[in-house]
């Protein structure tokens, strides 16, 4: 049952295609899915993954083999037109008309809704300086770069001041200033307009930054579901403490030692090669560089000790890097397979 804290409520939710060969395949398999009023929830997954297929069945762009879903109560199948009212879209492939400036994109997509006159221009005025493009609003699309385009694109999902938002990849071939825009105004339309936003992407630092709740997706189905710090915990994933210690040697005894150290479970040396990167004298005679690395559930706590049971046994540490697990590990670990190309 759909409660008011509810926005989206995805059950059974199937797509079948036919790949170029002619079989039939399920791009999302039964997807359940929940997202809570004013939430980010960010679906993360690799390329083919069936990220867009889902919120396409999601936002009414194509229709479910099976399931349903409800959008602030509507169902997509049964009351679309509701459904849709309560939706704006932002889609992975950018849609404006070149020819025309930012503001007559945003007053011809707005008259599609349904809005006119005064309610127009303001509304029009009001998305443009959420998008910050309020300077830029009479030059022609198409000598935006692709950040502002992605911008404008966004503010047409805004016009209609819909309740939930979903953007599909938004930041995928746009160059940093721009993606730091794009962003920033994703966490704005929780915080100034109380909205929800339903993210798609498959990058795992942005999903991270900004998400409330992350979805992982991959092979047309939901692998797990929780806030980044849950899925963490949920794969039991340890820090590593990467010390650096150049090419002195460090004997297995001295390892051990570091092992009693609490809550650390395992200490290792590796030996990493040196690359030659213009530094080198070309003959690639670099000796290798030396790393102890220790794995801890927490391992900020046990650094102090690891460095001073180090010192005492003349390790000396050049450097130090605590590396925290991510969701690129939680990926890993769910999937077997690297999130990355
Ligand atoms: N209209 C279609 N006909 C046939 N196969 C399709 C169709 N649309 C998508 N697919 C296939 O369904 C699978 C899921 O695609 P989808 O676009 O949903 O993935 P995605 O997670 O959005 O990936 P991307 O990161 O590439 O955008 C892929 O194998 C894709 O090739
Ligand atoms: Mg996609």
Not at 234 to 257: C, H, N
């Amino acid at each position: 049952m759909t409660t008011t804290t509810t926005m989206v409520e995805v059950r059974g939710l199937a797509k079948q295609f036919k790949s170029a060969s002619g079989a039939p395949f399920f791009a999302v398999k039964d997807v359940d899915l929940d997202i809570r009023k004013g939430e980010i929830y960010s679906l993360l997954g690799p390329n083919g993954a069936g990220k867009t297929t889902t919120i396409s069945m999601i936002g009414g762009l194509i229709a479910p083999t099976r399931g349903d879903a409800k959008i602030g109560g509507y169902s997509i199948t049964k009351q679309p037109l509701e459904a849709k009212r309560t939706l704006g879209v932002v889609p992975q492939e950018i849609a404006l008309y070149p020819t025309l400036t930012a503001r007559q994109n945003l007053e011809f997509f707005g008259r599609m809704y349904g809005m006119n006159g005064a309610a127009l221009k303001s509304r029009v005025d009001e998305v443009l300086e959420f998008i910050d493009l309020t300077d830029k609003q009479n030059e022609r699309v198409d000598k935006f770069s692709g950040g502002m385009k992605r911008r404008v694109n966004i503010a047409i999902g805004l016009l209609h001041k819909p309740q939930l938002i979903y953007m599909d990849e938004p930041t995928v071939g746009i160059d940093p200033q721009n993606r730091r825009r794009i962003l920033d105004t994703v966490v704005r339309m929780r915080d100034e307009f109380g909205m929800t936003v339903l993210y798609t992407s498959h990058l795992m630092e942005e999903v991270q930054e900004i998400s409330d709740r992350v979805g992982i997706m991959d092979h047309g189905e939901i692998m797990a579901v929780g806030t980044v710090g849950e899925l963490i915990q949920k794969i039991g994933e340890e820090d590593m403490l990467i010390f650096r210690v150049g090419t002195q040697a460090v004997s297995s005894a001295q390892l051990e030692k570091l092992k009693t150290v609490e809550g650390v479970t395992s200490v290792t040396y590796e030996q990493v090669a040196k690359t030659t990167n213009g530094e080198g004298n070309g003959n690639g005679a670099l000796p290798a560089d030396g790393r102890v690395v220790a794995r801890a559930k927490r391992g900020r706590q046990a650094l102090p000790d690891l460095i001073g049971l180090a010192n005492t046994d003349g390790i000396e540490i050049q450097s130090v890097e605590v590396r925290e697990p991510d969701l690129e590990a939680v990926f890993l670990s769910l999937t077997g397979r690297a999130l990355r190309d």
